[in-house]
């Protein structure tokens, strides 16, 4: 019934991704982001634990776990992919920093276009051919048209309806979680992966990989007692990767009619790449809920933001 879905799960992406960032633009400021630049750090460390660290964290768990072959690389191809699109539907829920989790978006998702030929090549450059290139006009694309493009319009919006930017944002974000739902809908009953064809072993280390991540990218906030809210944003943001891209590079670097060993690594490949966007998603959802539960009890008692 769901067979149509991974022809478009890019398009949902797109639009889900449209919506929220039309939602969040419609609350936010030129000045909310200047913030965010006039205090780099968060931003700074935040990009550390997304390029430098998470494919540390992937290197150990490919040492502890005895990962090989396209599995090994999936978990290093997925280290080096930048946040992702539903990140955004997350840090919303869980009233995170809206400004933060785009600039690490942006920024990380331009650097890509350096950062991820360089981590393949320096973490699982046996697997990497010597004529592989980034998808830079499609990077650049997709920042400009689904994350730029929208943000400015409902930064306009709100600037334009002052009184109504709370109930502009509210209809985007219920629009876009919506279509959230649709895809989670669609992507369990495609069945496009089977959890355990790989056995315990490899599961268990892609859920492992992606909670070590998460807390790694939270413990120096955590530690310096930096703002609750930017620490779940860049919590969610290393959690909720762009698997699209991941998709997007599996399929140049080892196509489905090549040769026998190239498509075996291959599948391997996607059985990483696919497992961890869907554990992301429930392993990111309790993080963002829990987040939110703070943020509301905080305002119960009429305490400041933490």
């Given at each position: 019934m769901f067979e149509f879905y991974p022809a478009y799960e890019e398009h949902f992406a797109q639009v889900q991704l449209t919506l929220f960032m039309l939602g969040m633009g419609a609350t936010l400021t030129v000045g909310d982001f200047a913030k965010v630049l006039r205090r780099p750090r968060s931003l700074g460390v935040a990009m550390l634990g997304q390029i430098v660290f998470s494919p540390l964290v992937a290197l150990a768990i490919i040492y502890l776990f005895g990962l090989a072959g396209g599995i090994a690389l999936g978990l290093i191809l997925t280290a080096a992919m930048p946040g992702g699109a539903t990140a955004k539907a997350f840090?919303?829920?869980?009233?995170?920093?809206?400004?933060l989790a785009i600039s690490l978006?942006?920024?990380?998702?331009?650097?890509?276009?350096?950062?991820?030929?360089?981590?393949?090549?320096?973490?699982?450059?046996a697997y990497v051919p010597a004529n592989f290139e980034m998808p830079m006009a499609r990077i650049v694309r997709d920042v400009a048209c689904f994350v730029l493009a929208p943000l400015a319009a409902g930064m306009y919006?709100?600037?334009l309806y002052p009184r109504h930017r709370k109930a502009i944002s509210r209809w985007f974000i219920r629009v876009g979680f919506l279509v959230v739902l649709a895809m989670i809908i669609c992507a369990l009953g495609s069945q496009r992966i089977k959890p355990g064809e790989r056995g315990l072993i490899v599961p268990i280390a892609i859920i492992?990989?992606?909670?070590l991540c998460m807390q790694v990218s939270m413990l120096p906030f955590r530690v310096f007692g930096w703002p609750r809210a930017e620490t779940v944003s860049a919590g969610i943001?290393?959690?909720?990767?762009?698997?699209?891209?991941?998709?997007?590079?599996?399929?140049?670097?080892?196509?489905?009619?090549?040769?026998?060993?190239?498509?075996?690594?291959?599948?391997e490949v996607m059985f990483v790449v696919l497992f961890?966007?869907?554990?992301?998603?429930?392993?990111?959802?309790?993080?963002a809920l829990n987040f939110r539960r703070l943020a509301r009890r905080d305002e119960r008692r009429g305490l400041p933001p933490a």
């Open positions: 840090v919303f829920l869980a009233r995170g920093s809206g400004p978006t942006v920024a990380s998702t331009l650097a890509a276009i350096v950062t991820v030929p360089l981590t393949l090549q320096v973490c699982a450059g919006l709100g600037a492992v990989f992606a909670l943001e290393v959690t909720m990767r762009n698997m699209n891209l991941a998709l997007l590079l599996k399929a140049s670097l080892f196509p489905d009619r090549g040769p026998t060993d190239v498509a075996n690594i291959g599948a961890y966007a869907g554990a992301a998603f429930f392993l990111g959802l309790p993080l």
